[in-house]
């Protein structure tokens, strides 16, 4: 008679089979027996201190490795607690399957001990989701979970199963082929569409090539790189973009959007054909989009067919996967080319490289003081090497994704659409777990931090020595920064502390190294103590000006003809 196992073996025995290496989650009464499992498998389990912590570390090391990112947590508030870094996932098209445990079959509905209708909460901010009461669906769904979480658009797939099915007994009977009828992700571009893309290109005089998060969950960053090259185009990313081609590159016109380079943005604003691949003409970018682009013609490739068209209408929509498609447009391309070379452009790339000499990014560090969180992150970059960087939200962030230098796909983790304070400490902890060789720094700002340092504790407790770098101005920096800008200097609950806590000693108290600069000299010392310490978790305290605000900027819902340059030009724009 072929060996019983319980629901909750089948359930461990299902993730080993699709390769899960690490879970990060929180055990509780539903989904005991699956931790009861859990403890005689090969697969790490690390133990969250809340389980948005454990939802984001999931995303972090989904965001770093490519694979998708597995956590567990109870029923009701267990799960509830999932529901942020759910939808942070889904907004940014991350790959986690997300288990949770329910009460029983039969308490479904009775208003039971720690009872939520999960699957319909969840239901907004998940790719998709499951109610499985029936032992003998664990292992399709596990199989169906990983599948749809992972392939199309990436995003977060919840399995919510009740304690009955995970303590039934039956066979194991191994994986089961995807039979989804109604789920076929398209792949390939309509050979007709590719084409009529090509003559559009070949037509332009003032092409830009609009990168976004689709070329780094397609793995598509060398194909966009060639397609570049072959058509000179200039190439624009967005914020979840960053690294999808090297800074360095010439081609690159680097972040567009409301905190982006004027360069990009304006590019963006002037141009007569946007090739938009991967990006959703999100409204950070676009602005009031009736005043967006308005002479350009959009060629829009995305592997979801809802995009297409939502915000801006497309003038050659292609449904594919971003690295199927330009590869597709490379082959084109290539035919195209036989007959003579690439336009040149001349006039265009000149005007380009005169806005980049003219607007380029710069901050002023007086070497008295305060400390500017642009010089720390300049600093941190050049020390720091081949770095995986993930950001909180706020200033930090927008100051890291326009100072640090990215060479490479997949270095830059944040919260792009759903901007989720406290992101940082948790989604570092998860993508060093799945990068164990590589240095992870988060840039957090002092707000977001007090959201979820507690997380440290994790990393301390399981030997993951990634390296928090806190930037302290005493506020909630980009609340405040809209508070003096558009609200008369009324700060209103923005205001926090530059002593309480005291983060180097919180730092020590969760098993971590803490230091602290106060003053500009000490920035490099602080850096060189922090990135030294490789036996446990690093915090580095900068104490960074109040009153700093982030520019260039794009007021919400306006135009991309009017990028503030500084507080200076508020007056004449607003």
């Given at each position: ?47 969250a201190?809340h ?9 972090g ?14 029923s009701?508030?267990?799960a ?12 940014d098209?991350i ?31 998940t ?46 009977h ?82 567009s ?38 002479e ?7 592997v ?36 003579g ?24 560090q ?19 090497g ?11 962030q ?13 270095a ?65 920096g ?24 005291n ?72």
């Amino acid at each position: 008679m072929p060996e019983q196992l319980s629901g909750a073996a089948i359930l461990i025995r299902a993730l080993e089979h699709e390769g899960v290496d690490v879970i990060f989650g929180v055990p509780g009464g539903a989904i005991l027996q699956a931790y009861d499992a859990l403890y005689s498998s090969s697969i790490r389990h690390i133990l969250a201190r809340h389980e948005q912590g454990g939802g984001h570390m999931a995303s972090g090391y989904a965001h770093a490795t490519g694979r998708v990112g597995v956590t567990f947590a109870t029923s009701g508030p267990g799960a509830t607690n999932l529901i942020t870094p759910l939808a942070d996932a889904y907004m940014d098209s991350i790959p986690v399957v997300a288990i949770t445990g329910q009460v029983r079959t039969t308490s479904i509905g009775l208003d039971a001990f720690q009872e939520t209708h999960t699957w319909g909460i969840s239901m907004p901010v998940t790719k998709h989701n499951y109610l499985v009461t029936n032992i003998n669906e664990i292992p399709s769904t596990i199989r169906e979970a990983f599948h749809v979480a992972s392939t199309g658009r990436p995003g977060p797939v919840l399995v919510d199963i009740t304690k009955d099915a995970l303590a039934d007994a039956m066979p194991w009977h191994g994986p089961v082929e995807i039979d989804l009828p109604g789920y076929r992700p398209s792949v390939q571009g309509h050979p007709r569409q590719v084409k009529a893309a090509m003559d559009e290109i070949l037509a332009s005089e003032r092409p830009v090539l609009y990168a976004g998060g689709g070329i780094l969950r397609a793995r598509a960053s060398e194909e966009l790189r060639a397609f570049a090259e072959q058509q000179g185009l200039p190439v624009v990313t967005t914020l979840m973009a960053r690294g999808a081609i090297p800074d360095s590159h010439p081609l690159t016109l680097g972040m567009s959007g409301m905190h982006g380079n004027y360069t990009a943005s304006t590019a963006m604003q002037r141009s007569d054909l946007l090739i938009a691949i991967g990006a959703r003409f999100d409204d950070r970018v676009t602005g009031n989009p009736d005043l967006f682009a308005p002479e350009a013609r959009i060629i829009h490739i995305d592997v979801d067919p809802a995009e297409i068209s939502k915000i801006r209408k497309a003038d050659v929509p292609i449904v594919g996967d971003a690295k199927a498609v330009l590869r597709q447009l490379l082959d084109e391309g290539e035919r195209r080319l036989k007959d003579g070379p690439a336009p040149t452009r001349t006039e265009w790339m000149d005007t380009l490289e005169g806005w980049r000499r003219d607007f380029p990014l710069a901050y002023v560090q007086d070497p008295d003081g305060p400390i500017q969180q642009q010089y720390v992150i300049d600093e941190l970059c050049k020390h720091a090497g081949d770095a995986i960087v993930v950001a909180g939200v706020g200033q930090h962030q927008m100051w890291a994704s326009q100072f640090w230098k990215f060479e490479r796909p997949n270095a830059w983790i944040n919260s792009g659409g759903l901007g989720t304070m406290g992101y940082a400490v948790p989604a570092a902890i998860g993508a060093k777990a799945g990068m164990p060789d590589t240095t992870v720094i988060a840039i957090d700002g002092d707000g977001c931090f007090q959201m979820t340092f507690q997380e440290l504790i994790t990393a301390a407790e399981e030997g993951i020595p990634v390296k928090i770098a806190v930037m302290n101005n005493a506020n909630l920096g980009m609340v405040r920064q809209w508070q003096k800008l558009f609200y008369d200097d009324r700060y209103s609950a923005t205001e926090l502390s530059y002593t309480n806590p005291n983060i180097p000693m919180l730092a020590e108290a969760l098993g971590c190294a803490g230091f602290r600069a106060e003053t500009p000299d000490e920035v490099i010392p602080t850096i060189e103590k922090g990135l030294a310490v490789n036996d446990r978790p690093v915090v580095m305290e900068f104490v960074c000006d109040p009153d700093a605000m982030v520019f260039p900027m794009i007021v919400a819902g306006g135009s991309n003809d009017e990028i503030l340059m500084g507080p200076e030009d508020i007056s004449c724009n607003t």
